[in-house]
């Protein structure tokens, strides 16, 4: 069983920055991809950003080059560096992480995302003003 904390989330003027994290509790069980994925207000769950288990990293066009994906493998915490935040940024963020799928290749070889991961995390909201 995995369990999952994430925290980090607030409010920031536009240009801004926050630190997300996501903290792992694991039972019998473990850990190879992690992810976040957000949802604005009257949107659909969209794809931010993914760490396998060899660390290799990926990201939706729209973070790419502001937000870092990362990971202490040895404490089980994720974090999502996100920089010039942006109004559109704004949505609850949740982290999400499975003990079958080992690669982002494989995750879109099978045409999952995030979303369908076996566990995320409660949510964290990001508000960013302009």
């Known amino acids: 069983q995995v369990q999952l904390r994430d925290s980090g989330g607030g409010s920031v003027e536009a240009g801004g920055s926050l630190r997300l994290s996501c903290a792992a509790t694991?039972?019998?069980?473990?850990?190879?991809?992690m992810g976040w994925f957000r949802q604005r207000a009257g949107k659909e769950r969209e794809e931010v950003a993914y760490i396998d288990n060899d660390g290799t990293v990926n990201y939706a066009d729209s973070v790419k080059g502001r937000f870092t994906i990362s990971r202490d493998k040895d404490k089980n915490i994720l974090f999502l560096q996100m920089n010039n935040l942006k109004p559109e940024d704004t949505a609850m963020y949740y982290c999400a992480a499975d003990s079958g799928i080992a690669s982002i290749a494989t995750m879109r070889h099978l045409g999952l995302t995030a979303v369908d991961f076996d566990a995320r995390g409660q949510g964290t909201q990001v508000t960013v003003s302009s």
């Open positions: 694991i039972h019998n069980s473990r850990i190879l991809i």
